[in-house]
């Protein structure tokens, strides 16, 4: 099994969409759209995703919830996303699972590194998000062209004769 944990706010702070929202004074949005494009990866790839949001931004006690099937993480006050994703990393560790985790942050990648999980850049999974769009958007694209237009099953000839008499066509 995969795990990804994802550095929420270094990844808003580094794709380009993300940190327009995020510029434009809409951080919540910019986690909400995040979140969606992470839901979009995880039922793509099957990879369990983990999205870790310092509390420096949102005060409190940690509160863990699930959304679109992805764990978030917003860490208790005081405490960093980088030493959560560490401990994280650390514990979810094992020989059956594999654990990625997406920062841009250099000292955390290494130190991640360092514990035996695997590092991605922001723009490496921007990359890879990017791919995992464009293949559910051709496999919409090819069920929609896959299914008919009639509910009623006709062969080639007959739905041609019906198409030809939709145009007004002899």
Same mark, same amino acid.
């Given at each position: ?48 995703v ?7 931004l ?22 960093? &996303?980088? =030493? !959560? ?7 979810? /560790?094992?020989? *059956? $699972? ?29 990359d890879?998000?990017? &791919?995992? =769009? !464009? ?7 090819? /069920?929609?062209? *896959? $299914? ?9 000839k ?13």
């Amino acid at each position: 099994m995969n795990i990804l944990i994802v550095d929420g706010y270094n990844i808003i702070g580094a794709w380009p969409e993300l940190r327009r929202l995020k510029d434009e004074g809409d951080l919540a949005a910019a986690r909400d759209l995040l979140i969606e494009k992470m839901a979009d990866y995880k039922g793509f790839t099957g990879d369990h995703v983990v999205i870790v949001f310092d509390a420096h931004l949102v005060q409190g006690n940690e509160k863990k919830y699930k959304h679109y099937d992805v764990d978030v993480i917003f860490t208790k006050e005081h405490e960093t &996303a980088d =030493e !959560r994703i560490e401990r994280l990393a650390k514990t979810l /560790m094992n020989a *059956r $699972t594999k654990v990625y985790v997406a920062t841009s942050d250099y000292t955390e990648q290494w130190t991640v590194f360092g514990q035996g999980a695997l590092r991605k850049s922001a723009r490496e999974l921007l990359d890879e998000v990017e &791919a995992v =769009e !464009r293949d559910i958007s051709q496999k919409v694209k090819a /069920m929609r062209q *896959r $299914t008919p237009i009639s509910k009623v099953p006709l062969n080639d000839k007959i739905a041609e004769i019906f198409e030809k008499w939709r145009r007004g066509e002899k």
